[in-house]
């Protein structure tokens, strides 16, 4: 059964930073696009960024330059480092895998539980 297992969340003043991590099990992901999406409180999930199983990286604008997606085919593992924090990016961060990467969530096929990130003002 494939499983996606996010960790690395916590609290982080402004201005600091945390790195995500994303463990998948249970089959290889090595074809598949990976992303990060998040849901604020009171908020509807968003894309964040997204990594092709070639490599190639997309964001969303309101972090791009401070934050990085990466992966690790042969761990089966994708990372967001997350720099810069600000109160606004306060959210459950969950990873996600589908077969192309797309900033739409619908078309992600598996999910991982979600970890929670709160920012300090």
């Known amino acids: 059964q494939a499983q996606l297992v996010e960790s690395g969340g916590g609290l982080a003043q402004a201005g600091g930073s945390l790195r995500l991590s994303c463990a998948a099990s249970?089959?290889?992901?090595?074809?598949?696009?990976m992303g990060w999406f998040r849901q604020g409180p009171g908020k509807e999930r968003e894309f964040v960024a997204a990594v092709r199983s070639g490599g190639r990286t997309y964001y969303a604008d309101s972090v791009k330059g401070r934050f990085t997606i990466s992966r690790d085919i042969a761990k089966n593992t994708v990372a967001l480092q997350m720099n810069s924090l600000k109160p606004e990016d306060t959210a459950v961060y969950y990873c996600a895998a589908a077969l192309a990467a797309t900033m739409n969530g619908d078309e992600y096929n598996y999910w991982g539980q979600g970890t929670q990130v709160t920012v300090s003002s």
């Open positions: 249970g089959r290889t992901f090595s074809n598949y696009a």
